[in-house]
């Protein structure tokens, strides 16, 4: 075991290669930072000549010094995230940011017996950072020459041989994933053979593979899936695949590509949401988010609304809770939350006010009857407060008898308004207005429906009395659920915010004196923090981009319709895999969010993820979940069968580690041990200590994620968790690309091979 952990991978060795350049960059970072502090102090020398001009000259320089010493201190960390290595071009001409021009490889760039060299590398950040000999070490993401990033796919690949994505954090890389844009290629970079890491080394193989229908069956994997990134934009894409047939990838950099091909119509940004976080940090490793504007916003559907704040919504509710928290009936049920939430056992039954000499009051009945007269249209209950304060000021008046005085217009209006100005400024009218109108907050109410009887009351004849329990229960349970937040978005939305009184500029002494600027520019927004603000202050985007669609509930497909009211869509998924009891019942909140707009539709039907051992395996799972349902086409073999294993003497977690130390001792990447939900805490404990190369997760985390082995436990379990388990296990199976080991407990009823009933023949 520790032999095997000691071998330097070829994953390790890219990542060290990475590495180092990164160390090179921040050498030179931190010249470039000394440059622009001699700059300061120089500027600062020239203070003591007293001329007008040489004062002048001092500030102009102090301050482009100052913001470029800014810019290289905050832009310091995490801006390296992308590398190309393209073929030798067509001229040799240079850009200004030192990289070469052409697009197109040169005529003798690939040699007759499919090899070539890589002529060029460039690295790919937030910054352009040139050596002390004007070379780039790494190209500004905005400047020409890194559109290839973005812009090159493997039907139209230009100059580019490999694409690699660079996951790092501060001084440190943490990953590379390649893509091929050239696979049949044997390239060459320093006289040795181009390594390829991840689904990248897939194609590679594919690509390399001896005969023609290999190279065909390439080919069409890389056609159909440039015919969905370059897909225009207009109207709703929707991408239809089952596992390993690409979808994440191709919807993440069809979203790079949609950005790069029109910046500025995607300027108000570009939402990506995915299913759980886990899937986030995948993307994210894909897909950094690009530019000043903040264009790119990856977000798991438990960290989408802004109210849950305090961190991403992560936990699970049972099954039966989802399946109601879930459906589209929870709608009337937070209608009339929303409402009845203004009642609390506290709020005030009488307002007592005295005006014009006389006590006047408003009893329980005559509240009761403006509470319900304000509250019969359908506007933001927090919107309804001022409509609210003129209805008890409308009753007060009456009841003082003031409203006969005057016959003159003029006169009445200015009695009327005396009276209301001197009621509504009287401190028993305010405290009686915030109580029983108070400012509903979306939590104050998701909290307000833990009370059992108050729920019964909103959910009277939608829910049952059952599951209005369950629900109560759940809500009673400190956090929040991931099915929570799209709740507490409905109810946003139903209470909406009051308008906020605009704060006056507290007066400031010190913007009496002169010079401050020039003396200490002014700290500018780096482009981090103005993506981070941009991306906070949004509500609504451009493009939308839903991964994993099938896994979205009724309410939750109202969240994220909100958020893409006015945008394109792209909709990625596969009914297949769907974790959602009713897919009819999602289908029609997904038409309800998309609207009128035109549908164009593709689908991927190449698996290049799983070998056809383990497709062969979740075939028989898939035809028992949808009868009928073709499964992508399996495109390798590797001659490894899946291992079934029975649990021995009745140790379940013995098991389980050591049939994870065996795969860890097998492969050199990643192993994905896949448990049902209920399982998830106790499974990590059973792998404590084996390292960070094994993971445990819950079915429904495991949805488009991938590793080089997995480990599926008790597949009756997960099977039987939900109405949909059976498609939720099919999903489970078709996570590995190299081996799949399956053990069977009690409940499934394994054959003396250990075999589980659900997979026989």
Same mark, same amino acid.
């Given at each position: 075991?520790?032999? !095997?952990? %000691?071998?330097?991978?070829?994953?390790?060795?890219?990542?060290?290669?990475? !590495?180092? &350049?990164?160390?090179?960059?921040?050498?030179?970072?931190?010249?470039?930072? &000394?440059?622009?502090? @001699? +700059?300061?102090?120089?500027?600062?020398?020239? $203070? &003591?000549?007293?001329?007008?001009? /040489?004062?002048?000259?001092?500030?102009? !320089?102090?301050?482009?010094? $100052?913001?470029?010493?800014?810019?290289?201190?905050?832009?310091?960390?995490? @801006?390296? @995230?992308?590398?190309? #290595?393209?073929?030798?071009?067509?001229?040799?001409?240079?850009?200004?940011?030192?990289?070469?021009?052409?697009?197109?490889? /040169?005529?003798?760039?690939?040699?007759? #017996?499919?090899?070539?060299?890589?002529?060029?590398?460039?690295?790919?950040?937030r910054i352009g950072v040139l050596d002390a000999d004007y070379s780039p070490l790494v190209i500004d993401w905005r400047a020409p020459a890194a559109a290839p990033f973005y812009r090159s796919t493997p039907v139209e690949p230009g100059r580019v041989v490999r694409r690699r994505v660079i996951r790092s954090k501060g001084r440190r890389v943490l990953g590379v994933e390649d893509d091929l844009m050239r696979p049949e290629l044997k390239a060459a970079l320093d006289g040795a053979e181009l390594p390829v890491i991840g689904d990248g080394a897939l194609m590679a193989a594919l690509g390399q593979a001896r005969g023609h229908s290999m190279r065909d069956i390439v080919s069409s994997i890389q056609a159909e899936q440039d015919l969905v990134i370059r897909a225009p934009a207009a109207s709703v894409t929707y991408v239809e695949g089952g596992p390993g047939t690409g979808k994440t990838a191709v919807a993440l950099h069809r979203a790079a590509y949609l950005l790069y091909q029109d910046r500025r119509r995607y300027a108000g940004g570009i939402l990506i949401v995915s299913p759980t976080p886990l899937l986030v940090s995948y993307t994210e490793g894909v897909l950094p988010s690009l530019g000043e504007e903040g264009q790119v916003a990856i977000r798991a559907l438990g960290d989408l609304a802004e109210d849950a704040a305090g961190g991403v919504a992560d936990t699970y509710d049972e099954p039966a809770v989802s399946r109601i928290k879930g459906s589209s009936r929870m709608l009337a049920v937070l209608r009339k939350a929303a409402r009845g939430a203004l009642d609390q056992p506290d709020t005030p039954r009488l307002l007592r006010v005295v005006a014009f000499g006389r006590r006047l009051e408003l009893e329980e009945n005559e509240l009761r009857r403006i509470r319900q007269n304000v509250l019969s249209g359908t506007a933001p209950v927090n919107l309804l407060r001022p409509r609210a304060r003129r209805l008890l000021l409308d009753a007060l008046y009456a009841r003082s008898g003031a409203a006969g005085r005057h016959s003159d217009p003029e006169l009445a209006a200015e009695l009327r308004s005396s009276f209301d100005e001197d009621v509504s400024t009287e401190d028993s009218f305010l405290g009686f207005l915030d109580a029983w109108w108070p400012e509903l907050a979306p939590r104050r109410v998701l909290d307000a429906m833990g009370d059992e009887k108050r729920l019964g009351r909103w959910a009277r004849r939608i829910l049952n009395p059952g599951e209005v329990r369950r629900v109560a229960r759940s809500l009673r349970r400190p956090g929040l659920s991931v099915h929570d937040v799209a709740l507490l978005d409905e109810l946003h939305t139903l209470l909406g915010a009051p308008a906020r009184p605009k704060r006056k500029r507290e007066y400031d002494p010190l913007d009496q004196l002169t010079g401050l600027e020039e003396l200490m520019p002014v700290r500018e927004e780096t482009q981090r923090e103005r993506a981070e603000r941009l991306a906070a202050e949004r509500t609504e985007y451009a493009h939308v981009i839903v991964d994993e669609a099938q896994d979205l509930t009724p309410m939750q497909w109202r969240m994220v319709g909100r958020r893409g009211r006015h945008a394109t869509w792209t909709i990625v998924g596969d009914p297949a895999q769907s974790s959602w009891s009713d897919p009819d019942e999602a289908a029609a909140s997904r038409d309800e969010a998309l609207g009128s707009r035109p549908r164009r539709r593709f689908e991927l039907t190449v698996n290049y993820r799983n070998p056809a051992e383990i497709a062969e395996l /979740?075939?028989?799972?898939?035809?028992? %979940?949808?009868?009928?349902?073709?499964?992508?086409?399996?495109?390798?073999?590797?001659? *490894?069968?899946?291992? @079934?294993? /029975?649990?021995?003497?009745?140790? +379940?977690?013995?098991? *389980?580690?050591?049939?994870?130390?065996? +795969?860890?001792?097998?492969?050199?990447?990643?192993?994905?041990?896949?448990?049902?939900?209920?399982?998830?805490?106790?499974? %990590?404990?059973?792998?404590?200590?084996?390292?960070?190369?094994?993971?445990? +997760?819950?079915?429904?985390?495991?949805?488009?994620?991938?590793? #080089?082995?997995?480990?599926?436990?008790?597949?009756?379990?997960?099977?039987?968790?939900?109405?949909?388990?059976?498609?939720?296990?099919?999903?489970?199976?078709?996570?590995?690309? !190299?081996?799949?080991?399956?053990?069977?407990?009690?409940?499934?009823l394994p054959d003396a091979a250990g075999v589980p009933d659900l997979l026989r023949d």
């Open positions: 075991m520790a032999a !095997q952990e %000691a071998v330097d991978t070829v994953r390790d060795r890219e990542i060290g290669i990475e !590495q180092e &350049h990164l160390d090179q960059v921040y050498r030179r970072l931190e010249e470039k930072i &000394h440059e622009a502090e @001699f +700059l300061m102090n120089d500027a600062a020398q020239k $203070g &003591h000549v007293g001329t007008p001009g /040489a004062l002048a000259e001092r500030d102009a !320089q102090v301050f482009r010094a $100052g913001v470029h010493l800014n810019r290289l201190n905050n832009e310091f960390e995490d @801006f390296l @995230f992308g590398r190309i #290595d393209l073929l030798e071009g067509k001229d040799g001409v240079r850009g200004p940011d030192g990289a070469y021009t052409s697009v197109e490889p /040169a005529d003798d760039a690939v040699r007759a #017996d499919n090899t070539a060299d890589i002529g060029e590398t460039l690295h790919i950040g /979740a075939a028989k799972v898939l035809a028992l %979940a949808m009868p009928g349902k073709e499964s992508p086409r399996a495109v390798r073999s590797t001659g *490894v069968e899946p291992r @079934f294993v /029975a649990v021995a003497g009745g140790d +379940l977690a013995g098991t *389980v580690r050591a049939e994870a130390e065996r +795969l860890l001792a097998g492969v050199e990447g990643t192993v994905g041990v896949v448990v049902a939900m209920d399982r998830r805490a106790e499974a %990590a404990r059973w792998l404590d200590g084996l390292g960070d190369r094994v993971v445990a +997760l819950g079915s429904l985390e495991a949805k488009g994620l991938e590793y #080089d082995a997995t480990l599926v436990v008790s597949p009756a379990e997960i099977a039987d968790e939900s109405p949909a388990g059976l498609r939720v296990l099919y999903v489970a199976l078709t996570r590995s690309t !190299q081996a799949l080991t399956v053990l069977a407990g009690e409940r499934d």
